[in-house]
C-alpha cells in the first residue's frame, strides 16, 4: 500500500479550494479530489506535518503564499489554510478488534493516552503530555484522551461492553477517513452510529482512486 498527501487549501468559507503543485504554485480544485498530473505528492511525514494548519494568502504570482503555522486560536478566525489530504493507491483494512483491545489492555492508567487508528488502520496510543495530536499525520482516526483505569488498561479491555461499543466507533470513523481523506478524524458518538455489518461492507466495498 502506497500512500502520499497532496496540500489542499480551504477558504474560510469551505467555496473555495486549491492544491500545491510541484512547481509551487496552486490549482484551483475540488477539496480532496483524485490526484492530477503536476500535483505535489508528499510522501515524508515531517512535510506534510509542517504544511498542515498553515495560513496562506493571495499572491498574484503563484496564487497563495505560505505564512507562519496557525496559532492556537486562527482557526476561529476568517482566512485561508494547508491541509494535509492522505490519497491511497490500493484498498484499505478492516481494524482488527483483538489488537485494538490488546492496544487499550497494555496501556498504563495514570497517563493521558489517545488510542487512534494510524494510516495503515493499526491501533496505536500516544502520551497527549509528551507528543503533538492536531497536525500528527499518522493519526487517521482518534478516540478521546483518557487516563483512568476504567477507560485504560487490563480492567478497561476487560471491558466487553466497552470494547465492542469503541470497536464500533473506530469502524465508523475509519470509513469516515477513508470517503473523505481527512486526517485526525474523531470517532462519532454511539447514538449516530449504523449498524457495525453497514461499515464492514462500505470498507470492503471501498475504492482508492
Not at 92 to 105: L, R, S, V
Not at 147 to 166: Q, T
Not at 175 to 184: A, E, F, G, Q, T
Given at each position: 500500500?502506497?500512500?502520499?498527501?497532496?496540500?489542499?487549501?480551504l477558504?474560510?468559507?469551505?467555496?473555495?479550494?486549491?492544491r500545491?503543485?510541484?512547481?509551487?504554485?496552486?490549482?484551483e480544485?475540488?477539496?480532496a479530489?483524485?490526484?492530477q498530473?503536476?500535483?505535489?505528492r508528499i510522501?515524508?511525514?515531517?512535510?506534510?506535518e509542517?504544511?498542515?494548519g498553515?495560513?496562506?494568502?493571495?499572491?498574484k504570482?503563484?496564487?497563495?503564499s505560505?505564512?507562519?503555522?496557525?496559532?492556537?486560536?486562527?482557526?476561529?478566525?476568517r482566512?485561508?489554510?494547508?491541509?494535509?489530504v492522505?490519497?491511497?493507491?490500493?484498498?484499505?483494512p478492516?481494524?482488527d478488534?483483538?489488537q485494538?483491545?490488546?492496544?487499550?489492555?497494555?496501556l498504563?492508567?495514570g497517563?493521558?493516552?489517545?488510542?487512534?487508528?494510524?494510516?495503515?488502520?493499526?491501533f496505536?496510543?500516544?502520551?497527549t503530555?509528551c507528543?503533538?495530536?492536531?497536525?500528527?499525520m499518522?493519526?487517521a482516526?482518534?478516540?478521546e484522551?483518557?487516563?483512568?483505569?476504567?477507560?485504560?488498561?487490563?480492567?478497561a479491555a476487560?471491558?466487553?461492553?466497552?470494547?465492542?461499543?469503541?470497536?464500533?466507533?473506530?469502524?465508523?470513523g475509519w470509513?469516515?477517513?477513508?470517503?473523505?481523506?481527512?486526517m485526525?478524524?474523531?470517532?462519532?458518538d454511539?447514538e449516530?452510529?449504523?449498524e457495525?455489518s453497514?461499515?464492514?461492507?462500505?470498507?470492503?466495498?471501498?475504492?482508492?482512486?
Amino acid at each position: 500500500m502506497k500512500l502520499c498527501f497532496s496540500i489542499d487549501a480551504l477558504s474560510a468559507s469551505g467555496a473555495k479550494a486549491w492544491r500545491l503543485l510541484e512547481n509551487k504554485s496552486w490549482r484551483e480544485c475540488t477539496y480532496a479530489e483524485p490526484l492530477q498530473d503536476g500535483d505535489a505528492r508528499i510522501t515524508d511525514k515531517a512535510t506534510s506535518e509542517d504544511w498542515a494548519g498553515r495560513r496562506l494568502i493571495k499572491d498574484k504570482d503563484t496564487v497563495l503564499s505560505p505564512q507562519k503555522k496557525a496559532g492556537r486560536f486562527d482557526f476561529l478566525m476568517r482566512g485561508i489554510f494547508a491541509h494535509a489530504v492522505m490519497h491511497r493507491d490500493s484498498s484499505a483494512p478492516i481494524p482488527d478488534k483483538e489488537q485494538m483491545i490488546n492496544c487499550f489492555q497494555q496501556l498504563p492508567p495514570g497517563t493521558p493516552w489517545l488510542v487512534y487508528l494510524n494510516t495503515s488502520g493499526h491501533f496505536q496510543a500516544l502520551d497527549t503530555s509528551c507528543t503533538s495530536i492536531i497536525t500528527n499525520m499518522e493519526i487517521a482516526v482518534r478516540g478521546e484522551i483518557a487516563s483512568s483505569e476504567n477507560f485504560v488498561g487490563p480492567i478497561a479491555a476487560a471491558n466487553e461492553k466497552m470494547m465492542d461499543n469503541l470497536y464500533h466507533q473506530f469502524l465508523a470513523g475509519w470509513l469516515d477517513h477513508l470517503k473523505s481523506s481527512n486526517m485526525n478524524v474523531f470517532v462519532p458518538d454511539l447514538e449516530k452510529l449504523k449498524e457495525e455489518s453497514t461499515y464492514i461492507e462500505a470498507i470492503n466495498n471501498w475504492q482508492p482512486e
